[in-house]
Structure formats: C-alpha cells, structure tokens
C-alpha cells in the first residue's frame, strides 16, 4: 500500500509540475499572442493611417508651400547634426579601416572602404536614425500636444483635415529631405574620411580619391536614395502615429515622443534589412 | 419630427470606459433659438457640445442635425453638416503655431476662395472688434494672450465664417463683467441679427438669464429641466433651486 501511495503521489506530483509547467507555457503563448496581436494591430493601424495620408495627396497641389515650408523646416534644423555626426563616421571609419588592412591590405584600397561603407549602410542608416531622434520626436511632440489641447478637434469643426494639412506636409517632406540630407551626410563623410588619411594617416590625396573611384557603383548611390526616401516616411509617419496615439498631458506628449524614436529606429533596421535582400 | 427642430440629440449615452458620463440626454433645440445648458463641473456639457458637432459619437441613441443623422459612420452628412456649425471649445484651442491674425484667417482663407488678402485683413479687424479686442493684436501669437483674450479669439475664429448654428463652451468664464456683457451681447447679436441658433453651456447665470431663450439642466447624465428664465428661476424643482442660487446642500436637506 505505501509504495502504491508514493507512486501515486510522485506520479500526481509529475502531474501536478507538468500541469503548472504547461500552465505556465499556456499562459506564456497567451501573452505572447497578445502581445503580438496588440503589434499587428498597430501595424494595421499605421498603414490604414498611410492609406488615409496618401489619399490626400491631390491636394498637394492646392497647398504646395506647406510641404516647402516641412522641407525647409526639417532640413535646416537637421543639418548641425548631420554635418557633426557625418564628419566624424567618415574620419572613424578611416582609422578603422586602416587598422584593420594594416599589414595585409594596401592604402590604395582605405578610400573604397570608406565611400562603400557610407554609401551603402552609414549614410542612409545613420542619418535616418538620427532623424529619428531629431525630427520623429518633434513630430509626435507637436501633433501630441496639439490632440491634447484640442487644436486637432478645432481644425476637423473649422473643416481643416488635419491630415492634408499637417500630415500630408509632413510626409512629403521627410520622404523627398532625407534623400537630400544623405547625399549631403555622404559627402562629409567621405570628406571626413579624406582629411584623417591624409592628415593622420600619411596617404595621398590621389591613393584616397583612386580608392574612392575603385569599385563604386551608381546602383549603390540608388539604393541608398530609396532608403532614404522610406526610411523619412518611416520617421514621419511614426511621429505623426504617436503623437495621434499620445495619451494625456505632459506625460503622455513625453512618452508618445519616445515610443516613436523607439519605433522609428526598430523599424529602420528591420526595413533597411529588407531592401539590401532584395537589392543585392 | 417637428420642423421647429434644428438640432436632436435622442437618448444620448456615452461612457469613457468605466465613467457613464451621458446616461440618457434627450433635447431638443429649436431653429434660431439660444439654448443654455447649465450643469454641475465633470457632469458632461462639453462631451454634449462635442457629440452636436459630430467630435464624439454616442455608444447609443442619435444626434440629429437639420434631418439628418450625424451620429451614423456617413462622414459625407457629418462633414456637410460642420460647415454650417461653428464652436468655442473650452480651452479656446487656438492655433499656438500661428499669430492671431492667422488664426482668423486660416479657416476663411481655405473655404471661401473670393477673397484677397487685403479682404480677409478687413475681416480679422472686424471680427477682432466685434469681440472687443484691439486690431493691433492680430500680429501677436496665442501664447502672448490672457486668457481672457484667448477665449475671445476662440470665439472670433469661430463666428469670422458666420456660422448657421453656434456652439458655446463658457464663453463668460474668465472674463471681467464689462468684457462678459459685451460677448454676451454679441451672442445675442449672432442670433437676432444672423439669425443663428446658439447653445451656450456655461456656469455663468448672469449670462444665461441674459441671452438664454431657454436653460436646459444637465445632472446625473441626464436633462432633467428646460424651460425659460423665468420658468427657471420659479421652477420648484430642487436641483434647479440649489444650482442657481449655489448652495451646496439640496433644499430639502438643509438643516
Ligand atoms: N475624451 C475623453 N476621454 C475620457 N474621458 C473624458 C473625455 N472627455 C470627457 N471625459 C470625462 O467626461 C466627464 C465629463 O467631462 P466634460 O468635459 O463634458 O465636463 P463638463 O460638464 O464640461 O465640466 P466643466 O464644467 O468642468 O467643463 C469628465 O469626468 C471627464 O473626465
Ligand atoms: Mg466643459
């Protein structure tokens, strides 16, 4: 009889941890789906937003100062940024890549690795995730604080679409500005990268500029300006969702502006991923 | 449904989540006709506004505009419907990115295509004077107003597109006495002289008694007294008693 007892009660208590571990793993898979659902929702919700953008744009014509106005304004209060950042991501991928070839790769090769790395992945990726510290944020702060003090409400009773005539804007510019910020961030880089060869590293100005010619190709300069141009409507259209989505007061325009930098820079990544797999 | 009404909100009921706030508004506001609504504070007037304007949709019940349903999912009825309203939100809601000129002129610029800029210049001196403010202030930006200013550069913006039908929320609070009569007859103004229909929610009895053809009584998520100033202030009715003499234990309960 005991041994009967212990093994029903080893044999119950089998059950028992499996039943809490499978309970747990349930719940586990529950949460995870809903968490997972709460994102598709919101991925739903994001591109029904876009949707809802690009239909307006008709009216792009019927207000083109608007969008020149955003152009200007996200253009000039990105580039102190860009210029420093740029600068330094050209002069540090020199360094690095001369420690790297150092012994086995000659100099003539340090301008290629410099153009080729900006061009393809640090211009277009840095900058964009910059922006979307600099611009992204600005974006959900204002349109936050605008929900929140009702000027979205009053704009819909005065029949002013908000989304022809704040978001529309918006988009139009990030997408066409960031390709012009990058092409600008490129050419520091690679002057950034130009001053520390020859300056720090002792190659010629004509070694640095054979490298830079030495393997580039046009089709990189493409893909890097369609980048571009997704990755400023990522940024805009984040701000403009979170800001939509802030919750109230201080508070809530703070956290609006971080979810979409958040959002913003995890989405650059997993999209700039997507375009080299297809690109390449 | 009766002609007289322009505007019918019918068993109105609203939550914001837990929060009953509408539990069943019925009203009915008569063409040409200034409605006051009165009521305590939190007990729902603004979210009454905004379902008229068609910025909340009740989770039951209609409100109903000139004829038509501007509660359903038709954006086409509800969009058609706002170019005759216009409304003062509570917190003026003014365009901070923009001076007060702007503020004006946005609305007008954009849906009334016939006028220059030299016209709509003349319309911000105007409006600016019809709500007793100085024309030098147009190049000033909202956030350099009192509040006092605010609200009546709300209220310019709202009426410079000279709405059929206009929304009040506390169009008085804030305001000096002189300044107060002065939108109070402005009020009366939009309706005698446009011929306007205007709901005014406000605190404020002075005002009410003045302009209001008839006081509406919101409490408890519901209207439970309309009638004229002079019905109202004979009204035996003890919640009515108690909100316009402002004492805070009902009548009945007094000592
Ligand atoms: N968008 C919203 N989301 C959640 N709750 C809301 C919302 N709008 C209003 N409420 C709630 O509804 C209630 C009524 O609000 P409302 O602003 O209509 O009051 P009120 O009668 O206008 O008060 P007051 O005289 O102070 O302006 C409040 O408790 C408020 O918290
Ligand atoms: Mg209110």
């Known amino acids: 009889m005991p041994t009967d007892n212990r093994s029903r009660t080893s044999g119950s208590a089998l059950a028992l941890i499996l039943d809490a571990a499978g309970g747990q793993f349930l719940r586990l898979l529950a949460l995870l789906w809903e968490g997972l659902s709460h994102k598709i929702g919101r991925i739903g919700e994001v591109i029904l937003l876009l949707l809802r953008i690009l239909k307006r744009l008709p009216w792009f014509f019927m207000n083109p100062s608007l969008t020149l106005e955003q152009f200007i304004r996200i253009g000039v209060s990105s580039l102190p940024l860009i210029i420093v950042i740029s600068f330094f991501i050209g002069a540090v991928s020199a360094v690095q890549a001369e420690y790297q070839f150092r012994g086995f790769v000659p100099s003539n090769y340090l301008g290629t690795a410099v153009c080729k790395l900006v061009i393809i992945e640090s211009g277009p990726v840095l900058t964009a995730l910059v922006l979307a510290g600099r611009v992204g944020s600005a974006i959900a702060a204002q349109i936050g604080t605008m929900k929140e003090k009702e000027e979205l409400d009053a704009m819909t009773v005065l ?10 804007p918006r988009l139009l510019a990030g997408i066409f500005v960031f390709p012009l910020l990058v092409i600008i961030s490129d050419f520091l880089s690679i002057v950034g990268g130009w001053i520390i060869t020859t300056l720090v590293l002792k190659v010629t100005t004509a070694t640095y500029v054979f490298g830079l010619r030495f393997l580039f190709q046009p089709y990189d300069v493409l893909t890097s300006m369609i980048k571009a141009m997704v990755f400023g409507g990522i940024v805009v259209l984040m701000g403009y969702y979170h800001g939509l989505n802030a919750g109230p007061g201080a508070k809530g325009v703070g956290q609006a502006s971080m979810k979409s930098v958040v959002a913003s820079c995890m989405l650059i990544l997993i999209v700039d991923f997507l375009i080299v797999y297809i690109a390449y | 449904m009766n002609n007289d009404h322009l505007i019918e909100l019918r068993h109105l009921q609203k939550s914001f989540g837990p929060q009953k706030v509408l539990r069943d508004v019925v009203l009915e506001i008569r063409k040409g006709e200034t409605m006051v609504i009165i009521g305590t504070s939190g007990g729902g007037k603004s979210v009454i506004l905004k379902h008229c304007i068609g910025l909340l949709q009740p989770d039951d019940g209609e409100v109903v505009v000139d004829g038509k349903v501007i509660s359903s999912k038709n954006k086409i009825d509800v969009k058609t419907i706002r170019k005759r309203m216009g409304m003062l939100f509570q917190g003026a809601a003014l365009f901070d990115s923009m001076n007060v000129g702007e503020n004006i002129k946005f609305a007008v610029r954009e849906h009334e295509k016939q006028h ?39 209220l310019a913006r709202a009426i410079a597109l000279k709405p059929e039908i206009l929304l009040y929320d506390e169009p008085t609070t804030g305001l000096d006495p002189i300044t107060s009569d002065v939108i109070n007859d402005l009020i009366i103004d939009m309706q005698v002289k446009l011929g306007a229909t205007n709901i005014v929610v406000t605190h404020d009895m002075v005002s009410a008694y003045k302009i209001a053809d008839r006081i509406a009584m919101l409490l408890d998520g519901r209207i439970i007294f309309v009638g004229t100033p002079e019905e109202t202030r004979a009204t035996s009715n003890p919640y009515v008693q108690q909100f316009i003499n402002g004492q805070r234990k009902l009548l009945a309960e007094a000592d």
């Open chain 1, 159 to 168: 029949d002013l679409d908000p989304l022809r005539y704040l978001a529309l």
């Open chain 2, 116 to 154: 220059s800029e030299a016209d709509l210049d003349r319309i911000v001196a105007e409006t600016l004077h019809m709500i007793n403010l100085n024309p030098d202030f147009r190049f000033k930006m909202p956030s350099e107003l009192s509040g006092g200013m605010k609200k009546r550069l709300g």
